[in-house]
């Protein structure tokens, strides 16, 4: 509040009927502490004769935190949720091949106070910037749990979104010869030399089969060899 330039009045504030303090003109006064609801502030001027007064009221209404706990988008680094997302939608599915060691999720929260912790298989909870990707989120094969909790500006609401992520095991040596069955000693390797008459190869994800003599080499795996 300012008073007008050499009229000797002084200035009190007080915040909802409580004591008046003594507040400089044209400073600003000691901080407020508001409740949630409308908060009377009066400023009392007092001239320079001691008697005379004026106050003035302000009238500061504080809305309640927000109890809104929830998302507006959720992506990961695990591909296309199954379903398709939406904000009332607590469960998801996702899948990834057995060489995906990690994924990331980008939650957005639908209030912008919230705030978001993730994890997964149970471990510790890891704090999110809505609309940013975590930090990476380590897979074993099988099924993961990756929950994602939303705590909502009023410290007490939350929720909870879940994509449960399975990784496929890691490649297998199918190693199937017609007319022969081998077992390969290097999974993950291309390449590999067999000593033997082949006149065809079957497998799933067969690369670089060739039969030459007595010679071939191959590599077959249940997913495209690296």
Do not use: H
């Not at 001027?45 to 988008?73: E, H, R």
């Amino acid at each position: 509040p300012t008073i007008n330039s050499g009229s000797g009045a002084t200035l009190q504030i007080r915040l909802n009927g409580g004591s008046y303090s003594a507040t400089a003109s044209g400073s600003a006064s000691s901080t407020l502490a508001l409740n949630v609801g409308a908060n009377t502030v009066d400023v009392l001027v007092t001239a320079q004769d001691g008697v005379t007064t004026k106050t003035y009221t302000i009238t500061a209404t504080k809305a309640a935190p927000s109890a809104v706990a929830t998302l507006s988008a959720l992506t990961t680094t695990a591909g296309t949720l199954t379903p398709s997302f939406a904000t009332g939608t607590k469960t998801y599915a996702a899948s990834v091949v057995g060489t995906t060691a990690s994924v990331t999720v980008t939650p957005t929260v639908t209030q912008a106070n919230a705030t978001i912790q993730a994890r997964v298989n149970g471990g510790s909870y890891v704090a999110v910037t809505s609309g940013s990707a975590s930090s990476a989120l380590s897979l074993n094969v099988g099924v993961n749990p990756i929950e994602v909790l939303i705590t909502a500006q009023d410290g007490t609401t939350t929720d909870l979104y879940t994509i449960n992520v399975t990784r496929a095991a890691a490649p297998i040596w199918e190693n199937t010869l017609t007319g022969t069955s081998l077992s390969a000693a290097n999974p993950y390797t291309t390449n590999q030399t067999y000593n033997s008459n082949i006149s065809s190869v079957s497998g799933i994800g067969v690369t670089g089969a060739a039969a030459t003599g007595n010679t071939t080499d191959c590599c077959l795996c249940t997913q495209p060899c690296a």
